[in-house]
């Protein structure tokens, strides 16, 4: 059996890389990446801890979460597609106002 140590790193570089992520990519696609990468660090922490505590709280929770993340997936990647039809980039930084 594997220890909870090393869940707990793959959680934690899995953390690190999307907080990188969101911090250093300008592009909507790369920061929706790293946002799932956070949402699944902790589910990853969840199901370690519901594995070493022998409860199942964990496992329903992190279904939970991996419902409420596609919802946030498409929805996010509907608005990332009607911003490109608009402003015709994905550009962050472009994405000041609203309205042109």
Excluded at 35 to 52: D, G, K, P, Q, R
Excluded at 64 to 78: C, D, G, Q, R, Y
Aim: no cysteine.
């Amino acid at each position: 059996m594997i220890d909870i140590k090393v869940y707990l790193l793959i959680g934690v570089l899995m953390f690190s890389l999307g907080i990188y992520i969101i911090l250093s990519k300008k592009n909507a696609i790369m920061t929706l990446v790293g946002i799932e990468l956070i949402l699944n660090a902790t589910n990853v922490n969840l199901l370690a801890f519901s594995n070493y505590h022998n409860h199942i709280d964990g496992q329903i929770f992190t279904l939970f979460m991996m419902v409420i993340s596609a919802t946030e997936v498409a929805l996010a990647l509907a608005i990332i597609v009607k911003m490109y039809k608009y402003f015709q980039n994905t550009n962050l930084d472009d994405f000041k106002t609203l309205h042109s």
